[in-house]
């Protein structure tokens, strides 16, 4: 089992700035991918971006040259630093964690993302 804790999040002007960070614990593998998806309301949750252990990095088309996706191995954390945000970034994110071989996907509890116009 693996644990997954966020923080960050909270409400951001339109143009600001919103960093997300997120702890994992438990039964962590060397090779696994770590990364954040959102979801809004009656919607299906989709990829925002994905960083490998080796620090190999994608993004969604809609966030690329505004977000950006760090990690620390030696610390199990992921980061995500979401500049120039829009109204439409307004979503819950949500931290994975996901295993290769198997492959099993983790999921953090959410936290809530609101940019206003």
């Known amino acids: 089992q693996v644990q997954l804790v966020e923080s960050g999040g909270g409400l951001v002007q339109a143009g600001g700035s919103l960093r997300l960070s997120c702890a994992a614990s438990?039964?962590?593998?060397?090779?696994?991918?770590m990364g954040w998806y959102r979801q809004a309301p009656g919607k299906q949750r989709d990829l925002v971006a994905t960083?490998?252990?080796?620090?190999?990095?994608n993004y969604a088309d809609s966030v690329k040259g505004r977000f950006t996706i760090s990690r620390d191995n030696a610390k199990n954390t992921v980061n995500l630093q979401m500049n120039s945000l829009k109204p439409e970034d307004t979503d819950v994110y949500y931290c994975?964690?996901?295993?290769?071989?198997?492959?099993?996907?983790?999921w953090g509890q959410g936290t809530q993302g609101t940019v206003s116009s």
């Open positions: 994975n964690y996901r295993t290769s071989r198997p492959r099993i996907d983790y």
């Open positions: 960083i490998t252990s080796g620090g190999t990095t």
């Open positions: 438990g039964n962590i593998f060397s090779l696994n991918t």
